[in-house]
């Protein structure tokens, strides 16, 4: 669905970070429908931030998908239990295989629904599987089948992609710029509200992989380690948000209470 | 028409008949290369869907193959329902087994070289590692189908579909490939130009600043025993080459090349003009020397191989144009000079029936000569041509699935 002209900004839908004292710092959240880049080095909670914002949102009926390419779907929920965030609250279905995606995604009708594809495990069934494709197959294609199928069963709010950095590693770009940009726009025609995980190398030099992901995407959130005599605290900037009159200080990032805080110096920001 | 109106078109060039849509066939799945046509008229597609369809002069269907597979849910997850199974590529009728019947050769997205018998019998198909989006080429010096494909390779089999060799092109091949005299033309995604042996041994190799994704033409640009390659590039440059491989010329327009030259003689001179399209919207035509001897604009990209014959049967050339704008345009080959100065009596004399084109051109300048254009039911992405004695066709196909046959009609 291509983008339309909005007469006003109070049109612009809203999707909240859930993170306390930031929210407020950029006109309540992210647009609705826009792709953000969230990237850092390993460790800065770039996993659970995304899956904060999926988490809260299906809480509110809607629904959400979740690709985890390298962690297991399981691991990941075990770290978020752990964490807190309690999934009997919501419904939660598990794609393992790729033969009953249809057969699954139609136990999702009504809303509400994480849907969570474990492609690590998919990609061991295929790699043992006698399939013709093999384990060095098109995955872009079958991250694409998964939304347009979960689309075409009417329900697909929020998408996060954990990581890009994984889909380098299994899928090979020969023109990284163009196929990026197919790949984003498949994404904005459809209409989803998407976080893209990024792994930043340790230098920070840039964002992603291929240094053109930030300039893709509509929203790049930057979460970082940084290490103050014995302390090592967590801090995340908005470097970029369409559409969002954002503050783009750096602010401490902190999990408790079972909610995310951004703190500015410590404290809340003044608004 | 009078003998004096007959005098007057020819010196003015106003046109006489009409153009028509003589038969529609809506093909099942968008077109998005051009068709192939054989002796008898009858016209050979491939689909967006997958669809090998073959079809009469008056858009009968005579024969159908579906190209898609079946496949398991899991297989299906990992292909772009888009793409999967279409066709992308022109298909190639020869025969490869010298029967005195004909094969078809249609290339897929999977990869799959299919080869059927002219009645529409599967014979037997190769997989590629990668798809095929450009037409294959049958070399007669060694009774070989050869295409390319955006695995890299260059493929050649023999008439049974076992492969006698394949070439490295480092980069995807998504041109077409043009066999001439034991030499196969194409070009790959890197720029470059290669030329190789029916043996599939590099015999010279040249680059252009982009993509080549058109289907080189081979000729004799000068009218002597020397020969010619010509192919059109992404960097916007339709470059003609020596048979060994050095730089003739090169043209340049404002446009990505997807469209192949046509080539032909048509004012006399002994040499070949070289006719093709470009995204700057442009028709080009060009002398032997790579001069440019006129241009038409449309209003949007031209892509497919312009099409240039006797049309009306007045022993001049037309070149036929389809455009993304959506309309056929033919035009007289050879243009018209435009007068340093107008609009005198002799200018509009010269400009009879073209007074529109009399305000886009400049004076002092050579201009195409539009003679009919007509409305396609969509983009126009292909042209082909089916020439029966007095009787001419033009074959457009549209990206909404329409193949329009259309026909020439002398008025009464």
């Known amino acids: ?271 | 028409m009078g003998l004096l109106s007959r005098m007057i078109s020819a010196v003015s060039g106003t046109r006489q008949g009409r153009l028509g849509l003589s038969a529609q066939f809506e093909a099942e799945g968008k077109l998005i290369a051009a068709a192939e046509t054989d002796a008898k008229g009858q016209i050979y597609i491939g689909t967006k869907k997958g669809m090998v369809e073959c079809i009469s002069l008056k858009a009968d269907l005579l024969w159908s193959f579906d190209l898609q597979e079946k496949r398991s849910s899991a297989e299906e997850m990992f292909l772009d329902p888009e793409a999967s199974s279409s066709i992308s590529a022109q298909p190639r009728i020869a025969d490869i087994n010298s029967d005195r019947r004909l094969e078809l050769f249609v290339g897929s997205e999977t990869g799959k070289l299919v080869c059927f018998t002219e009645d529409g019998k599967k014979k037997w198909e190769f997989s590629a590692k990668g798809p095929i989006r450009s037409r294959p080429d049958f070399d007669s010096a060694s009774g070989t189908i050869i295409f390319g494909s955006t695995d890299k390779r260059v493929y050649c089999l023999d008439k049974n579909g076992s492969m006698k060799w394949n070439f490295d092109a480092k980069a995807p091949v998504e041109s077409g490939v043009t066999c001439h005299k034991g030499k196969c033309f194409f070009g790959n995604d890197n720029g470059d130009f290669f030329c190789i042996s029916s043996e599939g041994k590099l015999v010279w190799q040249a680059k252009t600043d982009g993509k080549i994704i058109a289907t080189p033409t081979v000729g004799r640009l000068f009218g002597d025993e020397r020969e010619h390659v010509l192919i059109g590039s992404f960097d916007r440059k339709m470059y003609a080459f020596e048979m060994d491989g050095k730089e003739l010329w090169s043209f340049s327009t404002e446009g990505r090349i997807c469209s192949d030259a046509a080539l032909a003689d048509v004012n006399d001179d002994g040499k070949l003009e070289v006719f093709f399209g470009s995204c700057d919207n442009m028709a080009y035509a060009l002398t032997s020397e790579g001069q440019r001897m006129w241009t038409f604009e449309t209003d949007f990209w031209v892509v497919a191989r312009p099409l240039v014959f006797d049309l009306d049967n007045d022993g001049n050339y037309e070149v036929v144009i389809a455009s993304y704008d959506e309309f056929v345009y033919v035009l007289d080959a050879r243009g018209y000079y435009s007068l340093d100065f107008l609009p005198g009596v002799s200018g509009v004399a010269q400009q009879s029936g073209h007074f529109a084109e009399v305000l886009t051109y400049r004076s002092g300048e050579n201009a195409a000569k539009l003679l009919w254009k007509l409305r396609l039911d969509g983009m126009g992405t292909g042209l082909a041509a089916v020439v029966q004695k007095q009787n001419k066709y033009i074959i457009a196909s549209t990206n909404t699935g329409k193949l329009d046959i259309i026909s020439y009609q002398k008025e009464v």
């Open chain 1, 1 to 271: 669905m291509p983008e339309e002209l909005i007469k006003d900004k109070s049109h612009i839908e809203r999707i909240p970070l859930y993170i306390e004292g930031l929210d407020d710092q950029m006109e309540g959240g992210i647009p609705a429908g826009q792709i953000t880049l969230v990237c850092g080095t390993a460790g800065t909670m770039k996993s659970s931030l995304s899956f904060n914002v999926l988490y809260n949102e299906v809480l509110n009926g809607k629904t959400a998908l979740y690709i985890t390419l390298e962690q297991s779907a399981v691991s990941l929920l075990n770290h978020m239990t752990n964490m807190g965030f309690d999934s009997s609250k919501v419904n939660i279905l598990l794609i393992k295989n790729l033969s009953d995606i249809e057969q699954k995604l139609s136990m999702a009708k009504g809303k509400g629904t994480l849907v969570l594809a474990d492609i690590a495990v998919i990609r061991k069934e295929i790699k043992s599987a006698d399939t013709r494709i093999g384990p060095t197959g098109d995955w872009i294609n079958v991250l694409k089948n998964i939304v347009r199928k979960m689309k075409e069963h009417g329900q697909l709010d929020l998408f996060t992609l954990d990581s890009l950095s994984a889909l380098y590693v299994i899928s090979k770009f020969d023109n990284p710029r163009t196929e990026l940009f197919y790949y984003y726009e498949f994404l904005r025609d459809l209409d989803i509200t998407t976080f893209l995980i990024s792994e930043m190398p340790l230098d920070k030099s840039r964002y992603g992989e291929y240094g053109v992901e930030d300039f893709l995407a509509d929203g790049v959130i930057r979460l970082e380690l940084v290490e103050r005599q014995r302390k090592t605290n967590r801090e995340i900037t908005v470097i970029k948000m369409r559409k969002t009159a954002v503050n783009n200080d750096v602010f401490t990032l902190e999990w408790a209470g079972r909610k995310f805080k951004a703190l500015y110096g410590g404290q809340p920001a003044l608004i």
